[in-house]
């Protein structure tokens, strides 16, 4: 098996994306991005990622959908997910959360070194905690 971890990102604003690829590319991370909903739940699905990182507001297919069918899909429904938006709203806070995101962070608040830090941190979490 390969040790290497390998993280999802799923966010349209290609520079965010390129920083943070960078800073855990840099940091030893395999870092595929996607840059709307549909790509990266397809890319979910066949890349076998070790942690997503998920933004909100995509084109095609909105966050709360790509984690809601990650989670349906038997094949990525165990997969970490973190939420990484610009939009902290309550309610969808809540709901991403609901739906199995493992946290819910604000873009403005999360360096990429807070980022990459938290590849290991998250993908550590025991499968058993991601069932509601």
């Given at each position: ?27 030893g991370y395999t ?98 905690s991601l069932e509601?």
């Amino acid at each position: 098996m390969d040790d290497e971890i390998k993280v999802l990102l799923i966010e349209d604003d290609e520079a965010a994306a390129e920083m943070y690829r960078l800073r855990m590319t840099a940091d030893g991370y395999t870092v595929i991005i996607a840059r709307d909903g549909q790509e990266g739940l397809a890319l979910a699905e066949s890349e076998q990622p070790d942690l997503v990182y998920l933004d909100l507001r995509l084109p095609k297919m909105d966050g709360l959908e790509v984690l809601k069918r990650l989670r349906e899909t038997a094949a990525t429904a165990a997969v970490p997910v973190v939420i990484l938006t610009n939009h902290g709203e309550p309610e969808l806070r809540e709901r991403g959360l609901e739906l199995g995101a493992l946290e819910f962070l604000i873009k403005a608040d999360t360096t990429p070194a807070y980022l990459s830090q938290g590849v290991e941190r998250w993908t550590e979490v025991p499968l058993s905690s991601l069932e509601a």
